[in-house]
Each structure stands twice: as C-alpha cells, then as structure tokens.
C-alpha cells in the first residue's frame, strides 16, 4: 500500500482537520482519543479505547484512517480490515473481500463532512481496485439519538455517504443484515474484480456459493 | 431506493425487482392470467377485467399506490404495491398486497418483495402495515409476514367463502414500523 498521500487537510465549518490514512500502532499510541467515543443512553461507540484502533492497525492490509485536530485529538476514525475468520465473506477467497468495520466521528464534530473525507481518503488507495469492498450497517448500532434521525433517514444518510466512493446498496440474506428491514449492505466492487469473482459474489450474498 | 434490485431465490433462481411501469400493462396481463383462478378469486378485484388493469397502470405516479415487480428472465413472475390514504384516520397505516406465480412461491420470492415494500413504508414515513390473508389459502404470504415480525390483528372468523362455498377466516396483520430507539 503506496503511492498515495497519507494525509490530506479537510476543511469543516468548525475548522481544518487531518485526515491521516494507513496509520501505524506507533503513531495511533501518541495520539488522544476523543472521551465522546463512549457509552451513552441507547449508543456505545464502536470503539470506546484506543487501543482497539492500534490492534486493527496491526491486520494485515489493514487501514485504519483518522481524523485529528491539531492538538493530536482523533475526533474520527475509520476502519478496513479482512472480515474475521468463519464469516461468510472470507468464502469468496482470500483477501478478496474487505469490510469497512467502523466509521464514527466524534458527536461534537458531527454534520461537517468529516466522515465523507475519512471514507474518500480509505477509497482512494490503489488495492481498492483488486478488491470487494463492503460495509454493513446494523440500525441497533447506529447513534439515532445524537444524529436526532430516524433509523429509516439514517440508512438513507449511510447511502448518501458511501454512494459517491462507488458503493451501491447489494440484497443479501445474511442473517444478521435480514433481522431489521432498515439494516444493509453496501459495497464495492473493484475495477479489477473479475467477472467470475462478480458472480461469485452475487450467490455468496445468498449464500449458494459452491466452495 | 435504488432499483433494479438482483435477488437470488432458494435453488438458485434469480430474480430482479423493480417498480411497475407504464409499458408492463400487457405482461402485467399475462401474469395474473398465470394466477390460479382459486388464487384470483379472493383478490379484492377482478384482475381479468381488462379495465382493472388499465385503472393500476394509470395510478402509477400517483402518489397513492406503489406497485413493485419481480421479473425472472423477461417475465413478471410476483407482483406487490402498497396502498396509502392521504387523508383521515389511518393515514398513518399502509395496506400490502402480494401476487406471486405457484412455481415461484416457498423460495423466498415473497419475502424478497415484502422487505421491498417495508422499506418503502418506512421511506414514506408510515408507522404501521397491515396485511390481510385468507388461512388455509395463503400459506406462504402468512410465513413471510411472520418473518418480518407482523403480529396478528384480528381473525374475522367464517368472513370469506371460496368458490365452492367454504368459509374461511381472514386474518388481519399489522407490522409496526420503529424510527427511533424509543419505538423498540
């Protein structure tokens, strides 16, 4: 994983922030990690210890992206990693399908765009083309609550955010992603991605890939 | 919402779903012709009725009524639209109804189509669906609704008679539709 800048400067309404991809447990470890990544009435972030973003960072292939102040504050966070062992979309082949486990922002730094800079800086590194990317999204996870949204304007949210990097909303029966209608998966395929492994994908999602 | 949607049925088959449109009158045609007369006997119209048909098409756009399709190589092989009020008391509550051809029933069709129209529901703000099916006749609807966790209403005993003259009980069921956390 070369060739592209690691760091952008992103422009909010509530001021300049890094964006820093590919970040390393190394620099992860001298960084501050915002005290709004926590537990709250009916919402606990997806990561609520630094420490959890520094494991990732460590994955194979891994890309852990953040955003920070300039007082070295991670106010946002991405993460893309290989799906874990035994679920069904490492069935594709190895190292073929990628998720995109997390991405928050802190709740004070929420509105500004700084989500759409985290995912366009993930999506921008030359692997992407070889690879299925995919995220998705549990309503019983998301922060209704503090976006003051419904979980229905939510989804559409998550749509209006992944859309512009090339994902498109995918059907699947995945049990988990079934359990609430307004749960979903959404993904990207790859330039490079073969017609065969297109296939294969299509009846992995409802789970009748022959392996 | 994004269409057409690509889904895989049990065994295999595939299916793509889409809204109806104006050009899909005479395959809308063919296909409740494929619908067992039994099947057709409890619709709320009489789809065999050229003028039925025609008055569905020109309600596309209209606001008040979705109508969805699912279509297997070229063919409409399940049909399903949501009917809203725009005004009054249950303004608030959307009514389902579901078509699919016999070969394609029991391999998730209907389900496919189900999941469609709930999260079209939601997307028109509604808090409530209701579905009524005959028991004893539709089986399959009855499991997919299940599914989607639609409760029982209400069982009208005795309220509908088949074309031999047997009653049967129509069952009424309503799905709640949550938005925020607090609906849970």
Not at chain 1, 20 to 27: D, G, M, V
Not at chain 1, 142 to 161: H, P, T
Not at chain 2, 114 to 136: H, N, P, T, W
Not at chain 2, 150 to 179: C, P, S, T, W
Request: hydrophobic share 40%.
């Amino acid at each position: 994983m070369n060739d592209i800048p690691r760091f952008i400067r992103w422009q909010t309404p509530q001021g300049s922030v890094a964006i820093r991809s590919r970040c390393t447990t190394q620099e992860i470890r001298t960084l501050i990690f915002d005290k709004q990544f926590g537990t709250h009435a009916h919402y606990k972030s997806l990561y609520t210890r630094r420490d959890s973003l520094e494991k990732n960072a460590a994955l194979p292939d891994a890309d852990v992206t953040l955003a920070l102040t300039d007082h070295n504050h991670i106010i946002g966070f991405g993460v893309l990693a290989y799906p874990e062992p035994g679920e069904r979309w490492n069935r594709l082949g190895p190292r073929l399908m990628m998720e995109v486990k997390a991405i928050e922002v802190s709740r004070s730094w929420r509105s500004a765009g700084v989500a759409r800079g985290i995912i366009q800086i993930m999506m921008s590194q030359p692997m992407i083309e070889d690879k299925i990317i995919y995220m998705v999204g549990y309503s019983w996870t998301w922060d209704l609550d503090g976006a003051g949204q419904s979980a229905q304007a939510y989804r559409r949210m998550l749509i209006r955010l992944f859309e512009p990097c090339g994902f498109q909303e995918y059907q699947t029966n995945e049990p988990n992603i079934c359990l609430k209608p307004e749960n979903i998966m959404l993904g990207r395929i790859g330039r490079n991605v073969t017609k065969e492994q297109r296939d294969s994908f299509k009846w992995l999602r409802f789970n009748l890939l022959n392996t | 919402m994004r269409y057409p949607k690509e889904v895989v049925l049990k065994e295999g088959r595939e299916a793509v779903i889409r809204p109806l449109q104006k050009d899909d009158e005479a395959s809308l045609r063919r296909f409740y012709a494929g619908i067992p007369e039994g099947d057709r006997w409890f619709m709320r119209h009489d789809v065999m009725d050229p003028g039925v048909i025609a008055k569905w098409m020109d309600e596309i756009d209209k606001d008040k009524v979705f109508s969805i399709i699912a279509l297997s190589e070229e063919r409409i092989v399940g049909h399903a639209t949501l009917h809203m009020r725009k005004f009054g008391s249950t303004r608030h509550i959307g009514r389902f109804r579901l078509m699919v051809l016999p070969e394609f029933r029991y391999i998730r069709l209907g389900t496919w189509l189900l999941l469609d129209l709930i999260q079209l529901a939601m997307d028109k703000g509604l808090s409530e669906v209701r579905s009524d099916f005959v028991v004893g006749i539709e089986e399959a609807a009855i499991e997919a609704a299940h599914k989607f966790d639609f409760f029982e209403k209400a069982v009208l005993k005795d309220y509908v008679k088949d074309q031999q003259g047997n009653h049967h009980d129509l069952l009424i069921m309503i799905k709640r539709l949550h938005k925020r956390w607090g609906d849970y």
